[in-house]
């Protein structure tokens, strides 16, 4: 989530960003948290690498850049303040069809910048097409859903920690690696995943700054369920809607998330 930290006193072929940037071929899992599957150029260096394989396509006025077996797509159209419109797209031989669409989405309260531009715990959402990669939430884990999965557990954590070498990554304290001892206050504080059971009922992680992660640029950025307002820099959408994208997502169909203005 990237949260807000409260002080104590108060495109030719385009860019498909997994991580935050990759080539084509790209694809990263990585429901442990501790090994990432990198397939993948240095993220550090930009957020607009070109993939030869990939293609762009517009949907619902957002432009999505989409690896080469790309059959499905979360797109989401910012319309004012936090507020957004989700949608969610599947591909076949007669072309791009909606089947799920919410004007109850969010983003951060920050608003949104270039993935490149982003800064942590700013409350921005980066801008971009990045892959949709595995998934965790509070609940079993259901026989329909393809993504990898991560039931969350007393003590896991989503690393958030600067100095770790588990930066953006799901990990347990008991593990150690990372110092989720600090408090919110402190700006290498780690987000304690029970601690937001209802926006984490069901996330999808999101591949910015995930493949090769850039210290400081932001970690813990999914696509959940709707908090109060919004979110400290994921995308946020209506219960319903991400049950929806939980059924629906198949790794083999290279699903990606497009955030637009």
Request: aromatic share 10%; glycine share 10%.
């Amino acid at each position: 989530m990237d949260r807000l930290r409260v002080p104590v006193t108060a495109v030719l072929a385009v860019l498909v960003v997994l991580g935050l940037a990759a080539p084509a071929n790209a694809l990263v899992r990585d429901p442990g948290g501790d090994v990432a599957l990198l397939r993948t150029a240095d993220s550090a260096t930009t957020a607009t690498t070109t993939a030869a394989a990939a293609t762009t396509v517009t949907l619902d006025g957002v432009t999505v850049g989409l690896p080469a077996a790309g059959r499905q797509v979360v797109t989401v159209n910012h319309t004012t303040g936090h507020e957004a419109r989700v949608t969610l797209w599947q591909r076949d031989q007669q072309g791009w069809h909606v089947l799920a669409r919410s004007r109850d989405g969010r983003i951060g309260y920050g608003g949104l910048v270039p993935a490149r531009q982003r800064r942590q715990a700013t409350g921005t959402t980066p801008l971009g097409t990045f892959g949709l990669l595995w998934a965790f939430g509070t609940h079993p884990r259901a026989d329909s859903w393809h993504l990898d999965y991560r039931m969350v557990r007393a003590g896991d954590y989503w690393v958030e920690d600067n100095g770790s070498a588990y930066y953006n990554r799901y990990r347990n304290k008991a593990e150690g690696g990372f110092r989720w001892w600090l408090p919110l206050s402190d700006a290498n504080s780690s987000e304690r995943l029970r601690h937001y059971p209802t926006q984490y009922e069901y996330s999808v992680v999101i591949g910015f700054n995930y493949a090769t992660p850039v210290r400081h640029r932001g970690a813990g950025i999914f696509l959940h369920v709707n908090g109060r307002g919004a979110t400290a820099g994921c995308v946020s959408a209506p219960r319903w809607f991400i049950q929806r994208v939980m059924a629906t997502l198949d790794p083999a169909q290279e699903p990606v998330i497009a955030i637009g203005r």
